[in-house]
């Protein structure tokens, strides 16, 4: 199983952007995927979950400016993200948990995720 991002870059606060997590090498859908972030240093924070049903759950520091959504039909993930503010300049990271049920971001912590992607870097200029 593979999960690559893509959409990091650099913008200005205000602005948005747009992440991918394009999913590959599994015949069962995962239960579970998610959106996470990590400031070197600091412990990897769940950022937004979408479970098989497309019900939604976000960290109360982003809800209403990001949106994750997914098309199964070409296995990717997004994460859209608006009104970006200087703190969330960080690497964000896809991830995948096939069997948890239920799935949002309380059950989908770290250490539940069965696959990383490698990370997408966004920086943010005030």
């Known amino acids: 199983v593979q999960l690559v991002e893509s959409g990091g870059g650099s913008v200005q606060a205000g602005e948005s952007l747009r992440l991918s997590c394009a999913a590959s090498g599994y015949t069962r859908s995962p239960d579970c995927m998610g959106w996470f972030r990590q400031v070197p240093g600091n412990a990897r924070e769940g950022v937004a979950v979408?479970?098989?049903?497309?019900?939604?759950t976000y960290a109360d520091s982003v809800r209403g400016r990001f949106t994750i959504s997914k098309d199964n039909a070409k296995n990717t993930l997004y994460l859209q993200m608006n009104s970006l503010k200087p703190e969330d300049a960080t690497m964000y990271y896809c991830a995948a948990v096939f069997y948890l049920r239920p799935c949002n971001l309380r059950t989908m912590t770290p250490n539940a995720v069965d696959t990383w992607g490698k990370g997408t870097l966004v920086t943010i200029s005030s």
């Open positions: 979408i479970d098989s049903e497309d019900i939604t």
